[in-house]
């Protein structure tokens, strides 16, 4: 991935509240004013951050998943983009959003992922970190909310329930009990309540089903290499032996 200037770790984006409106109406101004040009004064992260903060988005991932990744593919088109820039009511020209979209899409390839999306480089590692380890802790989506919901059942002495949906404090207290150590537990379960309703449906995670189909490859490459390996160091002793 290209390196690209990040947002700051503060926002001089302001929020509507205790009488600071007018920051918040002057933030909106000053986007709207930027959409209008022909060219990008800032860089495309800053206009993001500035945007889904307007949005009440507390993170970058509650951002792409709120309003960008909606089928949970972990990769979305410029079609997507476009609608998920509009739905926040920005009043952003085609021209401007295509450019923005121009400078995510380094590769040309006419997709991004939350990777090049991502406004901060804190929530890109702990995204990364955590769909990785998603991948080696369950066999799928359903597996991941049953083990996290059977966990706070078990040590609470509560009925699990059904494993379609999951509360944040289920969440929470399954993810450190399974062995999750990255924190920011509540971060990652509004990230993923697209729907806020303060709960997590099964088609919520429908990405942990690629990330589990990604680790099974690598470890049967890994595990095909590794035999090939061993198999040449064998062929070698026995040629070695062979010629002594």
């Not at 945007?51 to 951002?63: G, H, K, N, R, V």
């Not at 369950?138 to 597996?143: L, Q």
Request: glycine share 6%.
């Amino acid at each position: 991935m290209a390196t690209r200037r990040r947002a700051g770790g503060t926002s001089t984006i302001g929020h509507e509240s205790n009488g600071h409106a007018s920051v918040a109406e002057q933030a909106r101004a000053t986007l709207n004013a930027l959409a209008d040009q022909a060219e990008l004064d800032q860089p495309v992260p800053v206009l993001l951050q500035g945007m889904f903060e307007l949005a009440e988005c507390t993170s970058a991932l509650q951002a792409w998943f709120r309003y960008m990744d909606r089928d949970k593919k972990l990769a979305i088109d410029f079609k997507q983009f476009d609608l998920g820039i509009r739905a926040v009511h920005v009043s952003a020209t085609r021209d401007f959003i295509m450019k923005m979209w121009q400078e995510l899409d380094k590769d040309k390839s006419g997709f991004i992922s939350f990777s090049d999306f991502c406004y901060n480089d804190q929530d890109e590692a702990m995204w990364n970190t955590f769909r990785r380890w998603c991948g080696m802790t369950f066999s799928g989506s359903r597996h991941m909310l049953h083990e996290l919901k059977s966990y706070y059942a078990t040590i609470n002495g509560l009925d699990p329930g059904p494993d379609e949906i999951i509360r944040e404090r289920e969440w929470c207290e399954g993810l450190d009990g399974l062995g999750w150590t990255g924190h920011q537990e509540s971060t990652l379960f509004h990230a993923l309540d697209v729907e806020k309703e303060t709960s997590i449906y099964a088609g919520n995670l429908s990405w942990v089903d690629a990330e589990v189909k990604m680790f099974r490859t690598k470890q049967a490459a890994k595990k095909k290499a590794e035999k090939a390996a061993s198999l040449k160091a064998k062929q070698t002793q026995i040629c070695q032996a062979a010629l002594k």
